[in-house]
């Protein structure tokens, strides 16, 4: 935990998509280490109100151990400069993944995480992304074929470490949100993605003025290898690029919200019944 700075009032669209991510800091069983980023969503179900962190598959597989970094709170805004680290032993088998392998994504419950931290005196403030505005079929219907999108993170783990607040990049989207990329609930965006922004949030303004949507998460990049061909492969964790011989195009794949709905409800029916 680090010392506490003056708080930082959170009161516009843009300084809320500063808090809606998590630092993501493993380590690897081959002995590496990697960093991604995981955000957190609010869900409203039959049994109550639920929050969950939510990040990639890949980024949590082969995962020995790992840590989860959130900022303190006071008086309900958060604490600028301040940090806890919500460590997870076996952190690989902690996180619920998607029914279908191919989805990378998992689920992971944030209460727990957050009465551990409270009992060590570190109330955690986080900034929930309500299932509400998860972007589905007639919300991407909605939008056009090129849009402006938003994505929070810590592109090759690079952070502000001093106000420990993640990175705010933009881009465009490179096919149509509405259509399923190569015939799976994806979407390509043209930005630069880098190791480090797996799990990242893609925000995208609503086609009727209302504010930002969630239209997905980040899982890979397409790389050109030196056969020139195109390849799509999942963001490395690791800050250290290990794809030798191939260099990133600033295309990245888009797993559409809707998946993110289907683990919701997946854990919900597997844990609750």
Do not use: C
């Not at 995962?63 to 989860?68: F, P, S």
């Not at 009992?119 to 090129?146: K, N, S």
């Not at 259509?179 to 994806?186: I, P």
């Not at 239209?215 to 490395?236: D, K, M, N, Y």
């Amino acid at each position: 935990m680090t010392p506490e700075r003056a708080p930082f009032t959170v009161d516009t669209p843009a300084k809320r998509l500063l808090f809606h991510t998590v630092r993501v800091e493993t380590e690897l069983a081959s002995g590496g280490s990697g960093t991604g980023t995981a955000f957190v969503v609010e869900h409203v179900h039959a049994r109550g109100r639920t929050r969950f962190v939510v990040t990639n598959r890949h980024l949590v597989d082969d995962v020995v151990r790992g840590a989860l970094v959130f900022p303190l709170a006071r008086d309900g805004q958060p604490l600028l400069g301040s940090r806890f680290e919500v460590r997870i032993d076996e952190f690989g088998e902690a996180w619920h993944r998607h029914p279908d392998p191919a989805v990378d994504l998992a689920v992971l419950p944030l209460q727990p995480l957050l009465e551990a931290a409270a009992a060590q005196g570190a109330p955690l403030y986080v900034q929930p992304i309500g299932t509400d505005r998860l972007a589905g079929a007639a919300e991407l219907a909605q939008l056009d074929a090129l849009e402006e999108v938003w994505f929070v993170g810590y592109p090759s783990g690079v952070w502000d470490q001093v106000n420990a607040l993640p990175i705010l990049r933009r881009g465009t989207t490179a096919t149509p949100p509405a259509v399923d990329f190569e015939g799976r609930a994806e979407f390509l965006i043209d930005a630069a993605v880098y190791p480090g922004s797996s799990g990242s949030p893609v925000f995208v303004r609503a086609a009727d003025g209302s504010g930002l949507w969630l239209a997905g998460v980040i899982a890979a990049v397409f790389f050109r290898e030196e056969s020139l061909r195109l390849t799509p492969q999942p963001v490395p964790a690791s800050t250290a690029l290990e794809a030798v011989g191939a260099e990133m195009i600033d295309l990245g794949l888009v797993v559409k919200a809707q998946a993110v709905q289907e683990l919701l409800h997946d854990y919900l029916r597997h844990w609750q019944g």
